[in-house]
């Protein structure tokens, strides 16, 4: 069996998603990490220590332990802030493979883990396998650039990667065009979903569980509170909504992130008191997990307005629950949501056209077609699928030689 390191760096899997820079990585690592286990392969995960509390090595389950490595303070840090402390963490790393033995590959998420993972691989001659979950150059596309200095670490880390890891044909295109990245060595594997928790239910039920109004058309909005994530304009849906009449509500779940998270949520304040909708939207703080799928049950919509999005995982959750999805079309998504099937890509950012596509979801004649379209999609995706490709996947790297760059 594998005996594989996973680094994630700038957030701990642990953490919960939808706050600070917890989001669908946690979700990703955390779930991928204990599929591999449950299959009898080894992993141990890598995370910076950013609290006092936070014990040297969590055992997770069997074959998954969690290691917190000191680098810089031992609290929480601003992301633009951490590329100081990949180097420490890097050294924490590497010793700790020297106590216990080096991996048989490394597996890092996130350009910030890539940075840690790239020279790990060559004091120990292991296998380098890259997960980047977002990409600068397509940030820069489709939104707006965090910095040229992240492309270009990003291209050089592509440039030593063993294997490259996409979750669709849209992200494999983007590493070819965009970082030039060698095609024999970008791999798709895509995302899964926990069957287990996220299940069609009684919508009925679960809303009178959360104590939302059953004579109301829900609509439902998860993932970190920012500008990239267009959760304004979630709101501007329910508001056009509203306009032309419909009773309808918005739950908006998860709490501020990144350098405009608090400008962001204080404007959604703001808005929904000048709309007057102040009894119809929702601000819910983060959830555990597997408590999502009740408010994904609950909905009639799930909305998924990213500016730019690598896979889309909220859209793949909601459709196992059974709930279509009107999301933007961008990046993974145009692979997650297949129109006439489990709801609806749009291209454009217009309110009137989103409340227009909300409307359809909802007509009598396609609303059961498309619940049942979305469970029966989201049935391709499973964890232990993802598993059993990397697994496969890194024993045929060990075989191989290793990438030079």
Request: charged share 20%.
């Amino acid at each position: 069996m594998t005996r594989l390191a996973i680094l994630s760096y700038h957030t701990c899997p642990l953490s919960q998603p939808g706050t600070g820079d917890g989001g669908g990585m946690n979700v990703y690592v955390r779930e991928l990490a204990s599929a591999l286990a449950r299959l009898g392969h080894e992993v141990d995960v890598y995370t910076r220590r950013d609290h006092p509390s936070a014990r040297d090595v969590v055992a997770v389950e069997p074959g998954f332990r969690i290691h917190h490595v000191t680098a810089g303070p031992v609290a929480p840090v601003e992301r633009a802030h951490l590329p100081h402390y990949v180097e420490e963490f890097t050294r924490g790393v590497a010793a700790s493979f020297r106590c216990t033995g080096a991996p048989d590959a490394i597996h890092a998420n996130y350009w910030l883990s890539g940075l840690a993972g790239h020279p790990l691989k060559h004091e120990f001659g292991i296998p380098l396998v890259v997960t980047f979950h977002t990409l600068e150059r397509v940030k820069a596309v489709d939104y707006e650039p965090e910095s040229d200095e992240r492309g270009t670490q990003e291209e050089a880390i592509i440039g030593c990667a063993d294997a490259v890891l996409a979750s669709c044909d849209v992200e494999v295109e983007q590493f070819l065009h965009l970082y030039d990245a060698p095609p024999s060595r970008v791999h798709v594997v895509p995302l899964g979903v926990q069957h287990a928790f996220f299940a069609p239910g009684h919508r009925p039920q679960a809303r009178r569980a959360l104590g939302l109004r059953a004579e109301a058309t829900q609509l439902l909005f998860v993932g970190r509170i920012q500008a990239l994530k267009g959760v304004d304009l979630a709101l501007e849906t329910l508001i056009e909504l509203r306009a032309r009449g419909r009773d309808a509500d918005l739950a908006i779940v998860g709490g501020p992130s990144g350098p405009d998270g608090r400008a962001m949520l204080s404007h959604l304040h703001h808005r929904v008191a000048e709309a007057g909708v102040i009894d119809h939207v929702a601000f819910v703080a983060p959830q555990a997990h597997q408590l999502l799928s009740t408010w994904m049950r609950a909905a009639d919509v799930t909305l998924v307005p990213s500016r730019s999005e690598s896979f889309g995982l909220v859209a793949l959750e909601s459709s196992a629950c059974g709930t279509p999805v009107v999301a933007s079309d961008v990046g993974g998504l145009a692979t997650l949501v297949e129109p006439g099937v489990n709801g609806v890509l749009l291209p454009s950012r217009a309110p009137a056209d989103w409340a227009e596509a909300v409307e359809g979801v909802l007509a009598v004649d396609r609303a059961p077609g498309l619940s049942a379209g979305a469970v029966r999609l989201a049935r391709r995706y499973t964890w232990r699928a993802a598993a059993d490709a990397l697994a496969g996947l890194t024993r045929s790297l060990v075989d191989d030689g290793l990438v030079r760059c």
